[in-house]
């Protein structure tokens, strides 16, 4: 949200409900023989660095945020792809071994997928994302007249939305990839725009899509 235009921002009204909470599983990190650690996300990258205060190792990360985290957290991060097909190509030449520190709900097989291809990986499960109930004021906001856009940003948080709302609400949503798409489709939303990219400047940028399609219908509601 703090990412939008001030134009975007002067024509909706924002709510945010998040729909998961991070959880850090109980224990310490298995490094082992690890000679460089895996980050898919951003919260891997914050419940790994409350967890351990090692930095030897390189980290190798999905996307710029998660590059971005890890850096200010200290540790040395190198960002190999957008996603887990992207990392798994981009470490073709990495011998290993490798540890992805990972959440409970994951895509991408990235652990089985390098050691296929001959780099060692194993993974380790650091943290739960807990499914949360939309808040009183989302669950408002969707029951208005007024056109909701709804930006989803993992196959997780979409799932949990599409359970909580059921079909035939009238939403926009903007999708941060096509695997987050999947879980909303038989929403049958009024539009669904997927990122070009999976990076929340691509997600602005159909958000703010998103903003002038309903406004050119909608021109008495404003979108929230």
Not at 71 to 77: F, K, N, P, Q
Not at 176 to 189: N, Q, T
Not at 195 to 204: G, K, L, T, V
Request: glycine content about 6%; some cysteine; charged content about 20%.
């Amino acid at each position: 949200a703090q990412q939008l235009s001030r134009d975007v921002l002067q024509r909706v009204d924002v709510c945010i409900s998040p729909l998961i909470r991070i959880v850090p599983v109980p224990g310490d990190i298995r490094f082992n023989d690890a000679e460089g650690v895996i980050f898919s996300s951003s919260n891997g990258v914050r419940v790994a660095s409350d967890k351990s205060g090692r930095r030897d190792l390189p980290a190798y990360c999905v996307g710029r945020a998660t590059t971005g985290a890890a850096s200010d957290l200290g540790w040395d991060a190198r960002c190999i792809g957008t996603d887990a097909a992207s990392l798994i190509a981009g470490l073709s030449d990495v011998k290993g071994p490798l540890l992805h520190l990972r959440g409970v709900h994951a895509r991408g097989d990235i652990a089985e997928k390098l050691s296929q291809q001959g780099c060692p990986t194993s993974q380790q499960v650091i943290y739960d994302q807990v499914a949360q109930p939309l808040s009183d004021e989302a669950k408002g906001r969707l029951e208005s007249p007024a056109p909701v856009i709804v930006p989803l940003f993992s196959p997780r948080t979409a799932a949990v939305f599409a359970k909580a709302i059921g079909e035939n609400t009238p939403v926009c949503i903007a999708a941060l990839s096509e695997a987050v798409a999947e879980p909303v489709i038989a929403l049958k939303p009024h539009h669904l725009l997927i990122a070009p990219s999976p990076d929340a400047r691509s997600m602005c940028a159909i958000v703010e899509k998103l903003v002038n399609l309903v406004c050119r219908v909608e021109s008495d509601k404003a979108p929230q």
